[in-house]
């Protein structure tokens, strides 16, 4: 009994656990925009969610429904930080999600599912294939983890705008596809990012 008002105390107190409802406002075909200010981590973020429709999904399908991308830009103090986050299915939740700051039970920070994607960059040629590490939300979304102590990866997202400008068509799915990926669900899904940079190019506030 003790044990679980602890644990429900640390899920009441913790940032991480919770997100902010928002609606997203269309700013392009399937292009949707969201952007906010964290109110316990003073965080500045804009997200650019971009929407996959292709022949495999079904015309009238609803924007909740479609696999999407996203780009997010941060500003923390004079900080900025670039972040790329990935859906394989549909939902509702657009919601900036805080980073990990509250420490767990065990005294460490919180470590989400480490889940290991891979990409390539395609265009008018075929970058090599890239092998990293993300992390998966509580909300089921896919977040590519920038280097640092919980990260086995050396390039953050800023790295790989370069490829993306040049070869803006992103080829994204699993190295090993989870064991309770539902039948029929994608393992592998191609995003045209062409959008996404020209509303980023526009965005001072994604400069680095």
């Not at 949707?32 to 969610?49: F, K, P, Q």
């Not at 790989?160 to 799915?173: D, E, H, Q, Y």
């Not at 029929?184 to 045209?192: D, M, Q, S, Y």
Request: proline fraction near 10%; charge should be positive; charged fraction near 25%.
């Amino acid at each position: 009994m003790k044990s679980a008002v602890l644990l429900l105390g640390f899920c009441l107190a913790s940032p991480v656990l919770r997100s902010q409802a928002q609606q997203p406002e269309p700013v392009g075909d399937n292009l949707l925009r969201v952007e906010g200010t964290d109110r316990d981590s003073g965080i500045h973020y804009t997200r650019y969610i971009a929407l996959l429709r292709n022949a495999d999904i079904p015309a009238n399908a609803s924007a909740d429904s479609l696999p999407r991308f996203t780009l997010e830009c941060r500003e923390q103090g004079n900080k900025r930080t670039l972040h790329w986050l990935v859906r394989f299915d549909g939902s509702g939740d657009y919601a900036f999600q805080r980073p990990p700051v509250a420490l767990s039970p065990t005294g460490f920070p919180v470590q989400y599912p480490t889940v290991q994607l891979k990409m390539r960059f395609e265009g008018y040629m075929r970058s090599e294939e890239f092998k990293r590490q993300w992390e998966r939300f509580p909300t089921g979304e896919l977040h590519y983890r920038n280097p640092g102590v919980r990260s086995g990866n050396l390039d953050d997202a800023q790295h790989f705008m370069a490829w993306l400008t040049s070869l803006p068509n992103l080829r994204i799915g699993y190295v090993k596809p989870p064991e309770n990926l539902a039948p029929g669900a994608p393992k592998e899904l191609v995003f045209p990012l062409k959008p996404v940079l020209d509303a980023v190019k526009k965005a001072a506030f994604c400069q680095p």
